[in-house]
């Protein structure tokens, strides 16, 4: 189950209308280093976790199975709450309220369930659809079914119709999310500002952001984000990005026998916030844990 810590956070961040800027993890040990950066909040995201897990695109490539176990990784080191990615729920309605209750008792604060049609597909590339009002409508009632029966758990509402149907089919359907029950309300790329503006004059709730850098929607500045009216900004590629590139150069660099000391973290740091340090302290009163050391 969720961490009763982790939710209290949570509950308080969406209750709070401050703003939040809430980098994205993909595994465990990005998870660890945004929590030591000081976040409060991170959302594992589903097009990071695919590049990670499985080396594949997010078209719907990862089973729950796999999604599941990220999470489930991810919680397991951290104590701030993780945002997981429950994509289209995996199915029809009693298919998303297993999703939801599996997010529930791997320890998860919150989990998004979306509108597009199965397999889904990143928001912000082509050839993605929605389904019908109905099905959209039925798989936010079976998530607050599944909170209501398995543990608390945060339902952030997605819906893509913007990208088929334009902006006011996107509203009506947000506005529907936040009516069944939805605690944070998710539309996916709006194309400019003016449309940002209408979705947090016009939609209740606890309201996301999503900013993929190069991505449809624009990069605004955080308090420009926070002015207009959302609560909280995902940013669902900056780490993955900047350490994809990190990679690369050191790799490039080794190739042709470079330098790479810039590129590398020093090894006690390297070691420290892996987590050494904190597990010889805890060891350090078992003697026959010391021997083996």
Known sequence: MAKPSSMIAMRNIIASGDFYAVPSCFDALSAKLIEQAGFELTFMSGFAASASRIGAPDLGLMTYSEVLDQARNITDAISIPLMADGDTGYG?????????????????????????????????????????????????????????????????????????????????????????????????????????????????????????????????????????????????????????????????????????????MDFGELRQRVGFDDYYEASSGYEATRRDE
Do not use: W
């Not at 939801?100 to 050839?127: N, S, Y």
């Not at 009632?141 to 758990?153: F, L, N």
């Not at 606890?206 to 929607?217: D, H, M, P, R």
């Open 92 to 264: 029809n309605a009693m298919n998303t309220r297993r999703t939801v209750a599996g997010f529930i008792k791997a320890g998860c604060a919150a989990v998004l369930i979306e509108d597009q049609l199965a397999p889904k597909r990143c928001g912000h590339t082509k050839g993605k659809d929605v389904v019908g009002r109905d099905e959209a409508y039925d798989r936010i009632k079976a998530s607050v079914d599944a909170r209501e029966e398995t543990g608390d758990i945060a339902i952030l509402a997605r819906t893509d119709s913007n990208h088929t149907h334009g902006l006011g089919e996107a509203i009506e359907r947000a506005q529907k999310f936040h009516e069944l029950g939805a605690d944070l309300i998710f539309i996916e790329a709006p194309k400019n500002e003016d449309e940002m503006r209408r979705i947090c004059a016009e939609v209740p709730g606890c309201l996301i952001a999503n900013i993929v850098e190069g991505g449809i929607t624009p990069d605004l500045p955080m308090n420009e984000l926070k002015d207009i009216g959302y609560h909280i900004a995902l940013y669902p590629l900056t780490v993955m990005s900047a350490a994809m590139k990190a990679m690369t150069q050191t790799l490039e660099a080794m190739r042709h026998d470079g330098p790479r000391a810039q590129h590398i």
